[in-house]
């Protein structure tokens, strides 16, 4: 198994351009997340899909997009970049979204904008 | 949204019991406690949950107040890989889901 895996691992935009990140899972989880870490911060939430064919905004949604293909991947779209989206992308994977289940999360996209 | 505080680091020596404290005053009595860690460069990881009792596992134990406004996470023997940046999460679910993270405690082990 090899969890949740995420591409690209590095890239760097300039102001303007587009993108999406990929992510996939292979554990048969129903729900899959998008989070963003700045320096020094703890992960804030972009958005979530609960199950295959939903998708919502969590904290910090404003700039993305995303996209849930089937049960397996969830991209995530930034139409325009901006220097703010500077930062490392973790996407992640639970069972369900019940509040018991544990996030797996994939090794990161990280991401510059110049 | 209820809230977590932890200490921005702590130091433990090799083959020491680390404990990891956490507060949570304003849980309500629906949150489930979650810690996650965060190796250097790495996504973070599942450490264990619980919901009103002491939990255990093959990472670590997880110690819960029986007000619940604060719990412990126990490494029982600290390793060099145990140095991390550990997560008190308080699972809420008002409208939005999302985990709060936090910035968490960085664990310094020393050899």
């Known amino acids: 198994n090899a969890g949740v895996t995420q591409t690209p691992k590095f890239q760097v935009l300039k102001t303007g351009q587009s993108m999406t990140l990929q992510c996939a899972q292979d554990?048969?989880?129903?729900?899959m997340y998008w989070y963003r870490q700045d320096p020094g911060m703890g992960l804030r939430l972009i958005y979530y899909?609960?199950?295959?064919?939903?998708?919502d905004k969590g904290e910090v949604p404003n700039g993305y997009n995303v996209s849930r293909l089937n049960k397996r991947e969830f991209s995530l779209r930034l139409e325009s970049a901006a220097p703010s989206q500077t930062s490392v992308y973790f996407c992640a994977s639970s069972e369900t979204a019940g509040r018991g289940n544990e996030q797996y999360f994939g090794p990161g996209t990280r991401l510059t904008v110049t | 949204d209820a809230k977590t505080t932890q200490p921005n680091s702590m130091e433990s020596n090799e083959e020491e019991p680390v404990h990891l404290p956490c507060n949570h005053s304003?849980?309500?009595?629906?949150?489930?406690i979650h810690w996650y860690r965060q190796l250097p460069s790495q996504g973070p990881e599942y450490v264990i949950h619980?919901?009103?009792s002491n939990v255990n596992n093959r990472m670590a134990s997880l110690a819960i107040a029986e007000d619940r406004k604060s719990s412990t996470l126990i490494l029982h023997r600290a390793t060099l890989r145990d140095a991390a940046v550990y997560y008190c999460?308080?699972?809420?679910?008002?409208?939005?889901?999302?985990?709060?993270f936090g910035t968490g405690t960085r664990l310094k082990v020393l050899a």
């Open positions: 619980g919901l009103t």
């Open positions: 304003t849980i309500s009595g629906t949150d489930y």
């Open positions: 999460i308080l699972r809420d679910w008002s409208g939005t889901y999302k985990y709060i």
């Open positions: 899909s609960a199950s295959e064919g939903t998708t």
């Open positions: 554990m048969n989880h129903n729900s």
